[in-house]
């Protein structure tokens, strides 16, 4: 399965359980699970909800960026995550076009694993 799709379905099934449960229950469930599932876990209704306008500047702040490109890009990774994707990947291959398989692996190894897995197609991972 693709994780991008495998990725959303636990999550939808990770909000669902959130809904149907009390919250110490799903603390109890997240705290069995790898860490790695901590992105796909609903977040509950005490968390704090900022505003979009709070939204765009923390991500201003994180890219160093003004606030209209700050949010043009959350939008692109929040609202179409598999079309960002593609576009991550695109613009990974077209590296690898440029620098060459060694310089692409040098840059590569120095990303988690969890990166590779996500944005480098399983067929180009060995090559």
Excluded: C
């Amino acid at each position: 399965m693709d994780t991008a799709i495998a990725e959303r379905d636990a999550s939808a099934v990770f909000t669902a359980l959130g809904y149907a449960v009390s919250p110490g229950e799903l603390a109890d469930v997240a705290a069995e699970l790898p860490n790695e599932f901590a992105a796909l876990l609903p977040r509950g209704a005490r968390v704090e909800q900022p505003t979009a306008d709070e939204f765009a500047e923390r991500v201003a702040r994180r890219t160093g960026v003004d606030r209209e490109p700050a949010m043009r890009a959350a939008e692109a990774v929040v609202e179409p995550p598999a079309e960002a994707l593609v576009h991550a990947r695109a613009v990974l291959a077209t590296l690898r076009e440029t620098v060459g398989d060694e310089e692409f692996l040098d840059v590569m190894s120095e990303l988690p694993a969890d990166y590779k897995r996500t944005l480098v197609p399983a067929d180009r991972r060995s090559r």
